[in-house]
């Protein structure tokens, strides 16, 4: 085993070694040892993470344009933010995420928390059928939302041919990428696919964190199941439930890799939702200002919302 | 993992009617929630022509044109030059000069497979090295501000990728890292070691200090005692903790679309830009997504107890 051989390596070197130096490398103190371990992971998070975001800052005060290096750079204030903040796009722009952020987090709590009650009454095999479940969330987003698309065509793609086998509508009638009325439910759709695993993960989580002689004391007192069930279960898996919708809400307010292959924001700017705004803004137009003038108002909507949002985690939890 | 103090003959076990319906309902969502994947399986080994037909083919005659489409380039020539060459060497070939095609080279998927291959384990080890050794410090020493420093690293994960891609793309112009696989491992490095140090943080609280401060009464040194009694104590978690980096690593997109294009691209961002006569081929496409869903799918079956523990793992600790 590599740790061995490493500490081996080291207790030779530090029988071999001089006294003095000896006493050196022995005496590396806590504090030494504490300042080694953790400044690598800081050196690297400040360089590629906060410096990068202070920069945003500095630039969504100004029309710098990445596209064009050499141009004067001029500070604007707070243009941009104003501009934002008043630009009815981008108000379409958050509703799309909006609907997006609430629908898929419904849908997948409510299948999420299903399959986990049903996983967790522990039927043979559900071990097996869980790591099956499990399968599409791991998974690239981008890929196989890529994929998805196919799935999707009017003619030819599988997703509309099972639907009109079972409603008998003409699979060519209607198509879920290309229509302004359905285009975003296609986006929720194969999100809930990719991601209900996940809930359901955390959930059993939580099932499984309920003793059980809780139930047997309402069995004793002779609580119905159904009023076991939401005086019990529920309120106790609701911690668990709540991080998952934190979780995967903080994800789909950020969501890009699959809406960007899947619709890219299209038909129109129907599905465009938040990070497809800003990469249309950053790497489209070129607007680099503009867009880091957006990407902080997000950031620090995201940050608020989740803080927000542990409060009453918390409150849930302390009950 | 168990309800603790569960017994077979508890009075709360559910009824063989309520597992068996159960059971149905899982084994059904489960069988659905697969169509998708087999169908990308399915379109793999079609060919184009049987790819796009209507009713969707379920019995087909299955063929290698879609893995062939997808690891050459081929150009079309007249039938009078195709029957000029010499007999096809290989299958690949054969099939190719059937639709009046002749190969010219090799696609760019391998590369941007091995791209993915590099970038992807080179994050993990690294992100494992700055985690394992971090989450060792915060839960054992008494680091100044430790709680406001591990929320710091959390919080680095809130932000949207496209948001830091705009000023990391101009960081990576100035200092020539962009479109190397070096950046790329840098930059996920810096995304995985935030999920890195939690997870390991709560697994190494979990190894009780007894262990090491009897080492060290023993005469091991601090860093003797982190090597030979903490790690293997943490070998559960850090694998854990290596599949999630890995995983993330191997399929992300947003940053890889946006900072590599040629070089270092790795296989998400190129997947989607396969491209037949007319349109995506998607046998080809099929055929690339399956290769490189596998090793993921392999991954999670293999050490799916690992990849519970670590999952879950945030949830149940608190």
């Not at chain 1, 499984?208 to 279960?233: C, G, H, L, M, N």
């Not at chain 2, 790690?231 to 559960?236: D, H, I, W």
């Not at chain 2, 396969?274 to 079956?301: C, R």
Request: aromatic share 12%; hydrophobic share 50%.
């Amino acid at each position: 085993m590599q740790p061995a051989a490493k500490s081996s390596f080291a207790e030779r070197a530090a029988t071999a070694t001089p006294e003095p130096l000896a006493r050196a490398v022995r005496g590396l103190s806590d504090r030494a040892i504490a300042w080694l371990f953790i400044s690598p992971t800081m050196a690297l998070l400040l360089a590629i993470n906060i410096f990068p975001l202070i920069w945003t800052i500095r630039l969504s005060f100004t029309n710098y344009r990445a596209n064009r290096p050499n141009a004067e750079v001029v500070g604007v204030g707070i243009d941009h933010f104003a501009d934002i903040l008043t630009d009815p796009d981008v108000w379409a722009s958050m509703q799309a995420t909006a609907h997006f952020v609430f629908w898929t987090i419904l849908l997948q709590t409510l299948l999420g928390f299903a399959l986990a009650w049903f996983v967790d009454r522990r039927f043979r095999g559900h071990g097996f059928w869980t790591t099956a479940i499990l399968i599409p969330m791991m998974l690239s987003p981008a890929v196989v939302g890529n994929f998805w698309a196919f799935l999707y065509q009017p003619q030819i793609g599988l997703f509309n041919y099972v639907v009109s086998f079972f409603t008998g509508l003409d699979p060519s009638s209607f198509e879920m990428i290309g229509s302004v009325k359905l285009a975003p439910w296609a986006i929720v759709l194969v999100d809930t696919w990719m991601w209900t695993p996940y809930v359901m993960l955390i959930c059993l989580a939580g099932l499984r964190s309920i003793p059980d002689y809780i139930y047997e004391a309402a069995e004793v007192d002779r609580a119905s199941k159904w009023r076991q069930f939401w005086t019990i279960t529920l309120p106790m898996a609701l911690p668990f439930i709540m991080l998952a919708v934190l979780f995967r809400g903080i994800e789909n307010f950020k969501m890009f890799d699959l809406v960007n292959l899947l619709t890219n924001g299209g038909p129109g700017s129907t599905t465009e939702v938040a990070s497809i705004t800003l990469k249309r803004e950053a790497f489209e137009k070129w607007r680099t200002g503009y867009s880091s003038a957006f990407a902080i108002i997000l950031f620090v909507t995201v940050f608020g919302l989740a803080n927000i949002y542990v409060k009453a985690l918390n409150r849930v939890k302390s009950r | 993992m168990s309800r603790g103090i569960s017994h077979a003959h508890s009075i709360v076990e559910p009824g063989p009617l309520s597992r068996r319906i159960a059971a149905a309902v899982v084994v059904v969502y489960a069988l659905v929630a697969m169509v998708p994947l087999a169908w990308i399986f399915l379109t793999s080994i079609k060919t184009p022509p049987d790819s796009i037909s209507y009713p969707p083919k379920v019995v087909f005659k299955p063929s290698l044109e879609g893995y062939c489409n997808l690891f050459t380039t081929r150009s079309r020539q007249t039938q009078d030059y195709i029957d000029t060459l010499p007999p096809p060497s290989g299958t690949c070939e054969r099939i190719t000069r059937e639709r009046n095609m002749v190969v010219v080279g090799p696609s760019n998927y391998a590369p941007r497979f091995v791209n993915s291959l590099v970038i992807a384990f080179g994050s993990t080890a690294l992100s494992i090295l700055l985690g394992t050794t971090a989450a060792y410090a915060f839960s054992r020493f008494k680091v100044p501000l430790r709680d406001d420093l591990m929320f710091f690293i959390l919080s680095t994960r809130m932000m949207p990728p496209i948001a830091v891609a705009i000023p990391i793309f101009l960081m990576y112009r100035e200092l020539g890292l962009s479109d190397t696989r070096l950046g790329m491992i840098l930059l996920y490095t810096a995304v995985n070691v935030s999920l890195a140090v939690w997870l390991l943080k709560g697994f190494i609280d979990e190894i009780p200090r007894e262990y090491e401060e009897a080492a060290m009464v023993d005469g091991y040194t601090r860093l003797q005692a982190f090597f030979r009694v903490v790690l293997p104590q943490a070998a559960t978690g850090i694998v854990a903790t290596a599949i999630f980096c890995l995983i993330f690593a191997w399929n992300e997109y947003a940053f890889a679309v946006l900072l590599t294009s040629g070089e270092a691209q790795t296989a998400p961002p190129f997947i989607p830009t396969i491209i037949g006569e007319g349109g995506q081929d998607w046998p080809a496409v099929a055929a690339g997504t399956t290769l490189f869903l596998v090793p993921i799918l392999v991954f999670t079956v293999l050490l799916r107890k690992q990849l519970l523990r670590g999952i879950t793992f945030g949830a149940v600790r608190k």
